[in-house]
């Protein structure tokens, strides 16, 4: 929490990117690779001279069973609703890595191809 105790400083810890949407990449990725912010954000700032580390801060200003509501510093509302009750991450495997070049290929087909035939 920050010192007044009205909200909290948000600060990474380790960041795992899962079902990602470029071929190859996602098989890499989702087998487990972590990156460890802290050890990044610590490295940088010895690293770097007037590096600071961002730590946003979220002030919830409304909370129910299924919504939170938040403001950042810049005082941006963020609206956070609850999808579903599972805490085991997502499982990406059924869905195709493919940049979504056959939906655009699709699309182009639909609205140019056929407006010349």
Do not use: C, H
């Amino acid at each position: 929490p920050t010192p007044s105790g009205e909200a909290w400083e948000i600060y990474m810890d380790t960041v795992e990117i899962k079902g990602s949407n470029i071929p190859g990449l996602r098989q890499f990725l989702d087998s487990g690779l972590q990156l460890q912010s802290r050890q990044l954000a610590s490295f940088l700032e010895q690293s770097i001279s007037g590096y600071t580390t961002p730590r946003p801060i979220f002030k919830t200003t409304y909370l129910s069973e299924s919504m939170r509501i938040s403001r950042d510093q810049d005082d941006k509302i963020f609206v956070y609703t609850k999808v579903s009750d599972r805490t085991e991450p997502k499982d990406y495997s059924d869905v195709s890595p493919d940049l979504g070049v056959t939906k655009l290929l699709e699309g182009f087909n639909d609205k140019i191809a056929k407006a010349f035939l």
